[in-house]
């Protein structure tokens, strides 16, 4: 077994590890990162992307926001069409001149491994037989195996980026974690393609038809999305059956003006809402999706991450740089607070948007026609009042991160 030595271990290659190596590397602080695929099968993960004004701060005191700050989209509002009527919520408006960004998650993931590869930091892609050790003690490490050669990596902090599926919540004892879940009756099935998007702007449609959402990576490609049932498959949509069901429910004006194509890739997503508490355990941090999964729907996957990466690295540096002893304890508390705001957002547009005719998918059993009534309710109210709107938007555009 061959040892090697570091401060932080980080364990996944997405966005949000990448990230943290990045801003802890520019502080000095030394990172590994260890990836059980291969960078190119981390780059094939094709993801739409609205990046909070955070993330793109964070981003920019990485120094990896060049090409996003190029290409990237500012975006100053949306549009959630209402069976058929258009209400625009205008972020730039209703937030004192906050706004979002239009850029792809795989744009992100990209400027991030490129930018760690100029630092020549230590990056293992393709590893394997990954497993945390002693991650309650002051000695934890991580051992992983790499083109037949077994290692050992020696470390003060696990930090878990490896997301839902990963090795890193699971190395938490059952006993010594609770886990928050709620399963969604349906998916999304999503279509990426080369045309011009329909909008300038994301347009969110609820409608009898079901949930529908056209976005876009970039101004010349499109990302859209069909709320579907569960027992769908990718191939029982043709593309152009995708395309006539998406016209049926967009906005007549957008369905006159889509530009359809072939698809470049398609998949069906289903939806949760999932947080694990707490989000540490001794030595080791869990980051992203690995401690939490939000549904889509408000477009916090990624920023959620992001501010879980802001609050780590922020305290790792009062550690290592500041010298506060055990700043980093405090990171479960405070990235818990973000976590739960957002995955209350999520849950919340995600009830009024879609259609839950085959589950009301609430706690209290209330019957699937009552449900509907109230979140249409719900809908009317937030629209058509601009301090409903505002409750929306300021929500949208990402609470402030912790003052740490």
């Known amino acids: 077994m061959q040892s090697i030595k570091t401060k932080v271990a980080i364990i996944g290659a997405g966005p949000s590890g990448l990230l943290l190596g990045q801003l802890l590397a520019k502080q000095g602080i030394d990172n590994v990162i260890i990836e059980r695929v291969s960078a190119d099968y981390v780059l094939g993960r094709i993801r739409a992307g609205i990046l909070e004004q955070g993330l793109v701060d964070l ?29 625009r919520i205008d972020l730039n408006k209703l937030t004192d001149g906050k706004t979002v960004m239009c850029y792809g998650q795989t744009e992100v993931t990209r400027d991030l491994m490129a930018a760690r590869s100029e630092k020549t930091l230590t990056t293992y892609y393709s590893s394997s037989n990954v497993v945390l050790h002693d991650i309650e003690s002051d000695n934890p490490s991580v051992t992983f195996e790499q083109d037949g050669v077994t290692y050992q990596l020696e470390c003060d902090y696990i930090a878990g980026c490896d997301g839902f599926h990963g090795v890193s919540r699971k190395s938490i004892p059952e006993e010594k974690r609770a886990e928050f879940e709620r399963v969604y009756p349906f998916g999304w099935l999503g279509i990426l393609s080369d045309t011009p998007p329909v909008d300038d702007e994301l347009i969110y449609c609820k409608t009898e038809r079901g949930f529908a959402l056209a976005s876009m990576p970039s101004s010349t490609r499109s990302r859209y999305y069909l709320q579907v049932p569960l027992t769908d498959k990718v191939e029982d949509w043709s593309d152009q059956r995708f395309w006539d069901e998406l016209k049926n429910r967009l906005p007549q004006e957008s369905a006159k003006t889509l530009v359809t194509g072939p698809s470049i890739e398609k998949s069906i997503a289903p939806l949760r809402s999932f947080v694990c508490e707490p989000m540490q355990l001794g030595k080791l941090f869990l980051v992203g999706d690995a401690a939490h999964i939000v549904p889509p729907t408000g477009a916090k996957g990624l920023n959620l991450a992001a501010s879980d990466v802001a609050i780590l690295y922020r ?10 002893a055990n700043a ?11 976590v739960w705001h957002a ?36 809908l009317d109210f937030f629209l058509s009042h601009e301090a409903g709107q505002q409750v929306i938007a300021m929500q949208y555009v990402g609470l402030p991160y912790p003052q740490i």
């Open 328 to 338: 980093s304890q405090r990171y479960s508390e405070l990235a818990l607070e973000r």
């Open 59 to 87: 981003l920019r005191e990485a120094d990896v926001s060049e090409r996003m700050d190029k290409e990237g989209h500012v975006h100053d509002g949306f549009a959630i069409s209402y069976y058929g009527k258009p209400y």
């Open 343 to 378: 995955e209350r957002f999520s849950w919340w547009m995600s009830n009024m948007l879609h259609d839950f005719k085959d589950d009301t998918g609430e706690a209290n059993n209330m019957d699937q026609k009552t449900f509907e009534r109230f979140m249409k309710c719900e």
């Open 315 to 324: 305290l790792l540096y009062q550690e290592y740089i500041e010298n506060q």
